[in-house]
């Protein structure tokens, strides 16, 4: 007992060491892609070093979370490698410790980057990433408005008020199949659909064409009392537009709570949704990549033969083979769904199902 709590404090204090170099090291080289995939944008509009620097560092935190499970791929091979290196994994087993329970501080500590992942980390990490896109046109690229036109999302207003577009222009401010949903405590208490429209910039109106107009006073569907059929519609509110657009994100920008939010919404408009569904459902099981990293990392030093171990180069080498493998699976799962191809949560779960159960294989098989 002594034996295990000792080398338990041993592994766990030298595997937070090894994931945060590891952190350090993917964090710097997706900050870098970054950077130069956007060198051509800041060249071209003379960003200063404080800009760059700013613009980088608002993502920097978003980056090393997506990259935390390949980074604890590498710290668990680095440190079980040693551990085996070193006998003392042998010296330790032979005390008639199993290797499950000499491997427990790694497995805990997966199920602790996945639980904190779950718990929120998964869900507000995204923001980083929007901040830093909002700062790279608004501050940078000296944007007052984002581009397109866009399709299919949802925006909220004030005073309770939720704008559902199927499509919207900035650039000629006109809009199509647009749903104005007003709430009050908590209850619905009327919308507003109009097949298309524009705004007046200058009086401050949205115009609408081919409007519907519903009431319900009583908060809920089933109380409605008045519907109003109107071939035009004129409203003065006090969104504009131009101030609705930064609330059209992407879906790999939402946090968990506004995707559910903007799902809903646009499932019950009808309008289609796969792309946030598809984000929406990979985003429910990500976390559980630390927990298949620790699995994996388990099975490559049980079945491939010790020689193959000759240095860290090796380990560093199965590390991005296997991580890129892996968000590979993840990606392609994800694009699929988002075509509708196949169910969403299919995709979510599917290459973690595939990767247990080519662990479980390994293990069993141990075709070296």
């Known amino acids: 007992m002594i034996y295990n709590t000792l080398y338990d404090r041993y592994l766990a204090k030298s595997l937070l060491h090894q994931f945060l170099v590891w952190s350090a090291f993917f964090a710097i080289l997706f900050t870098l892609s970054v950077f130069l995939e956007k060198l051509d944008i800041l060249l071209n509009h003379d960003a200063g070093a404080g800009s760059v620097l700013a613009y980088l560092g608002r993502q920097l935190p978003f980056w090393i979370w997506r990259g935390a499970p390949i980074a604890f791929l590498g710290a668990s091979l680095t440190v079980l490698d040693d551990a085996h290196r070193s006998g003392e994994f042998v010296a330790l087993e032979s005390l008639g ?150 609330s059209s994100w992407r879906p790999e920008e939402m946090t968990l709570s506004e995707l559910n939010e903007n799902l809903k919404i646009l499932k019950d408009r009808g309008m289609a949704h796969r792309s946030l569904a598809a984000e929406y459902h990979s985003r429910l099981t990500a976390s559980i990549a630390f927990i298949i990293m620790a699995l994996t990392a388990t099975t490559v030093l049980t079945a491939l033969p010790r020689k193959i171990f000759k240095g860290k180069l090796v380990l560093f080498g199965i590390t991005i083979v296997v991580g890129l493998v892996y968000w590979f699976m993840v990606s392609l799962t994800k694009t699929l769904a988002t075509h509708g191809l196949i169910r969403p949560d299919l995709a979510s779960w599917g290459p973690h199902l595939i990767f247990v159960a080519l662990m479980q294989l390994a293990r069993v098989w141990k075709p070296f």
């Open 97 to 246: 410790i199993s290797t499950l329970r000499l491997q427990g501080p790694i497995l805990g500590f997966a199920a602790a980057l996945t639980l904190a992942g779950s718990l929120g980390i998964d869900s507000y990490a995204p923001i980083f990433y929007r901040q830093a896109r909002t700062y790279l046109k608004t501050d940078i690229q000296k944007k007052a408005k984002l581009g397109g036109p866009l399709r299919n999302f949802v925006a909220k207003g004030r005073e309770s008020r939720y704008f559902t577009f199927g499509l919207l222009d900035p650039a000629g401010v006109r809009f199509e199949n647009l749903w104005i949903d007003e709430w009050r405590d908590g209850r619905h208490i009327g919308e507003i659909f109009a097949k298309r429209g524009h705004h007046d910039e200058k009086r401050g109106l949205w115009i609408l064409e081919t409007a519907a107009k519903r009431s319900y006073p009583s908060g809920g569907e089933e109380t409605e009392v008045s519907t109003q059929l109107l071939d035009h519609l004129t409203l003065e509110l006090k969104e504009t537009p131009k101030n609705l657009l930064p």
